[in-house]
């Protein structure tokens, strides 16, 4: 129940295109869900985060997508550059007895020129 | 954003020695703070949650003698790898959660990458 699902396990993306990665989740105590960027050899990088009170936030090319009745939510990369390749997490916390967070498994995702 | 700094960045060891990773959030007070295991091509594993002056609650499967974590202050966490073997070989990232200024936004350190030969 704790699980966030992620997908697509890798995507290829032609530059300038758009990258969609979709997480799902069950557990409805879930009330933070952040998109972490991680190059290789480095730490994530917080991209973007988003509550469940909002449906959609953007913050430049990225836009989280979030569907509360579906459980589901999705990262969006408008125009997508060959410097966004990378492994994409997306996540999902609660500070419920206890602060967590739930990763998803990652997309490694590559821009091609 | 905040910033949460790891070190060292690299470290290769023999086996049977011990290592020491710190783990420093430089603009905020960290009042909780993670270390993560993460072998190539994978998610983060989460190894233990450590509150500053208390003791450390590591995930099941996780081996508290080996992997020694100290949260002493609010700024700084250490992981230590004792007696280490070639099995502990990965890298570890540590992670902090600013719960006084950002609620549950976690903030990560640049991982180290421990090589034991």
């Known amino acids: 129940q704790q699980q966030v699902k992620q997908s697509p396990q890798s995507l290829i993306v032609q530059k300038g295109g758009i990258s969609i990665i979709n997480c799902a989740y069950e557990?409805?105590?879930?009330?933070?869900f952040p998109w972490y960027q991680q190059f290789p050899g480095k730490g994530p990088a917080l991209l973007i985060a988003?509550?469940?009170?909002?449906s959609e936030k953007k913050e430049g090319r990225f836009t989280i997508s979030f569907n509360k009745s579906a459980k589901q939510f999705s990262l969006h990369i408008m125009d997508s550059q060959p410097g966004d390749s990378a492994t994409y997490f997306c996540a999902a916390s609660f500070d419920t007895g206890g602060f967590k967070t739930i990763f998803g498994a990652g997309t490694r995702l590559f821009v091609k020129a | 954003g905040a910033v949460v700094s790891q070190h060292p960045s690299r470290v290769i060891c023999k086996s049977g020695t011990s290592v020491k990773i710190e783990c420093r959030s430089l603009?905020?007070?960290?009042?909780?703070m993670f270390w993560y295991r993460q072998f190539p091509k994978k998610s983060l594993m989460l190894m233990a949650t450590s509150n500053e002056g208390s003791k450390a609650t590591y995930e099941q499967g996780v081996e508290k003698d080996k992997f020694l974590i100290n949260h002493a202050s609010l700024t700084l966490s250490t992981l230590t790898v004792t007696s280490a073997h070639p099995e502990d070989s990965s890298f570890y990232i540590c992670s902090a959660r600013d719960g006084l200024g950002g609620g549950n936004i976690q903030y990560f350190g640049a991982g180290t990458r421990l090589s034991v030969l």
């Open positions: 557990n409805t105590a879930f009330d933070y």
């Open positions: 603009d905020f007070q960290a009042t909780t």
């Open positions: 988003i509550r469940p009170d909002v």
